[in-house]
């Protein structure tokens, strides 16, 4: 999604900004640009498509100055055109901007100034507020810096949505003044410099000391130092924190792609999960972090777990590992349609907000919806600085390490081995027998092992992504919790390939899917030895006799759907509830290796942000 970088400092801005720019190309986006202040009003230079368009039209017209704004776009409002790349220009052309959000109300705020006289050179909402800011600074009466400050103040209190801006002017060289509202911005401390940004990653080879701006905040930043201050004009209490460094390109490693070398990671990114949070003892699991008592844990009555995407599928994997280990009833919902429903939530009830960036705004808008109606609220999230692990009640951190792919996989594995943990707690504090909860401890302490084993059939994964590769249309099937397995594997394909692919509940086949099978139809059956095996293995039977093929995800040893199925991704076998944890990583490395052999872009897919910080 956007990214906002911004520098004032002694150095040249431009190629500060670009190789920042380069280092949130992962967020996924379609248009970049920049503005820069050396004395001869604002330079801009903006370009729809890669950052590399951009740094082309930098190096045929360069920009010198010490102070600018940066920004890549994923368009809303407005095609992906160099027009409607940011940055935008107010209408006297000294006032440059950059935006990340939503704009609500922006075409009422166009009609007023369009009255007003002012032309528009763009599609976006961002113009407006531009020129809205321009209006305020213009009608100003204040002197120096405040001026500018004021006018953003001024002008977002017109303003409904969501915001993270920078902003610059040409009779304020050396100044950038940024602001948020739901989306996040961070200042990066330097010496002697500073920098503005939307993701610490932006960040990582030239500071790790940031503050992270507080909802509503206003920063005016100067190369030597930085003033933050409330929406009511109040001086706002900074804390400075050490961040660890981000990620580069070259922390690919020997991997290709950020998703391949992510997926390899996972043996040891489940067990960071799992990590000083097994108590043998007691065979239970110990989670400090949800700021609960085990008295209050004991009067949970329900559960409700939000998310979207991958993170909701991890949820809905949670929901039968909770149900089986600690009988609660847990309820699911996209985050997008619990914030505006009327769902109706038993009073203990517990919630859990599932967001890898911590950023995702429709969860965000969730958890706030449900502490609003008086919930406690905890959030899984793997960005320890988010705004939904700021927001949360307490919760637990999945401590992936940067996830840069823009599918989602090593946080799968980690959300869901969190939600084993819960149902190990709830349940080791409700009726799960501590032998039942020593097999399942077992069972998390061998996955590492495992994982490691599995990763090793890529090459035979690559073998059938080849075979396959031109398939059309897809459907993953699997039952109980490997259903949400299924679903996770349809949108890993879907996501990276741009192939068509459903999941569903293997059962659900005849009630209407089935008719989608023939030879050209591949079907990808979850069919793991288990309490639904055999109903499994009718599934198997029904698409062969509709000639449809079957890649099966079995264990290793089955020889009945070796005998079947067209091609088998054989797991390790491991506890019937830890299972899916290993499933899901056949189907990652299928929909990986398959998206190579279609030649798409595997870290950026068309269209995806990585954090998506918009509704
Ligand atoms: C899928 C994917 C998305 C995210 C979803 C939630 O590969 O990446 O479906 O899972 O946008 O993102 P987070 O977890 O950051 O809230």
């Not at 008295?295 to 089986?324: N, P, Q, S, W």
């Not at 989602?408 to 980690?414: C, D, E, N, Y």
């Not at 599995?454 to 090459?459: C, G, M, R």
């Not at 793991?528 to 198997?540: A, F």
Request: charged fraction near 25%; glycine fraction near 10%; hydrophobic fraction near 40%.
């Amino acid at each position: 999604m956007c990214g906002i970088v911004a520098y004032v400092g002694p150095r040249d801005a431009q190629p500060i900004l670009l190789d920042a720019l380069g280092r949130l190309e992962y967020r996924g986006y379609d248009s970049a640009g920049l503005a820069i202040l050396n004395g001869h009003g604002v330079q801009v230079r903006k370009k729809s498509g890669r950052i590399e368009e951009l740094a082309k039209a930098c190096r045929a017209k360069p920009v010198e100055g010490r102070s600018g704004i940066s920004h890549t776009r994923w368009a809303t409002h407005g095609a992906p055109t160099d027009a409607n790349a940011h940055p935008h220009l107010d209408a006297s052309g000294k006032l440059a901007l950059v935006h990340n959000g939503v704009i609500e109300n922006y075409l009422e705020l166009k009609d007023r100034l369009a009255k007003a006289g002012h032309k528009f050179a763009s599609d976006t909402d961002t113009e407006i507020l531009a020129h809205l800011v321009g209006d305020c600074f213009s009608q100003n009466q204040e002197k120096g810096e405040v001026r500018l400050i004021e006018a953003v103040r001024k002008a977002l209190k017109q303003v409904q949505g969501t915001l993270g801006i920078a902003v610059i002017h040409s009779d304020l060289p050396g100044l950038v003044v940024g602001a948020r509202r739901g989306s996040p911005l961070v200042i990066g401390v330097g010496n002697g410099e500073n920098f503005l940004a939307s993701d610490t990653q932006a960040l990582a080879p030239y500071t790790n000391r940031v503050v992270i701006l507080q909802d509503q905040e206003i920063v005016a930043l100067h190369a030597d130092r930085f003033e933050v201050a409330s929406p009511l004009g109040q001086k706002a209490d900074v804390r400075v924190e050490e961040i660890e460094n981000g990620v580069t390109a070259s922390d690919k490693g020997p991997h290709p792609h950020f998703m391949l070398k992510e997926i390899h990671e996972q043996a040891e990114t489940v067990r960071n999960a799992f990590r000083g949070r097994l108590d043998a003892d007691e065979a239970t699991a110990k989670l400090g972090g949800l700021n609960l008592s085990s008295e209050d844990l004991r009067r949970v009555e329900r559960i409700f777990v939000l998310g979207c995407g991958t993170a909701l599928h991890a949820g809905m994997v949670g929901k039968y590992l909770i149900e089986t280990l600690a009988k609660i009833p847990v309820d699911t919902q996209h985050a997008s349609e619990f914030r505006y429903g009327d769902s109706p939530v038993h009073e203990k009830t517990l919630f859990f907000a599932v967001s890898q960036s911590g950023e995702t705004a429709d969860t965000l808008g969730a958890l706030r919806e449900a502490k609003r109606r008086g919930f406690r609220c905890l959030g899984i999230c793997n960005n320890v600085s988010s705004t939904i692990a700021r927001e949360s009640d307490g919760g637990v951190y999945m401590h992936a390490g940067p996830e840069i792919g823009v599918a989602a996989t090593k946080s799968f594995t980690s959300q869901v081995v969190i939600f084993t943990l819960l149902g190990l707690l709830l349940g080791r504090q409700r009726s799960l027998s501590a032998a039942h909860g020593r097999e399942i401890l077992e069972a998390l302490d061998k996955l590492p092992d495992q994982i490691l084993a599995l990763l090793q059939e890529s090459a035979s994964i690559q073998r059938a992504a080849t075979a396959y590769a031109k398939a059309r249309s897809m459907l993953f099937l699997g039952r109980l919790a490997n259903f949400p397995i299924a679903l996770e594997g349809a949108l890993k394909m879907k996501e990276v390939t741009y192939i068509h692919a459903e999941g569903y509940p293997s059962a659900e086949l005849k009630h209407g899917v089935i008719a989608l099978i023939d030879k050209e139809t591949p079907s990808v059956l979850i069919a793991t030895q288990d309490g639904v095996y055999d109903k499994n293995l009718g599934s198997l039977q029904e698409i062969k006799a509709r000639g449809g093929p079957v890649l099966a995800v079995a264990h290793g040893d089955d020889a009945k759907v070796a005998g079947l199925a067209d091609v088998v991704f054989r797991v390790p076998r491991t506890h019937e509830l830890v299972q899916p944890i290993l499933n899901v990583i056949p189907l990652q490395l299928f929909s990986y290796h398959m998206a190579v052999t279609l030649g798409r872009d595997v870290d950026k897919p068309r269209n995806l942000a990585k954090s998506v910080t918009v509704e």
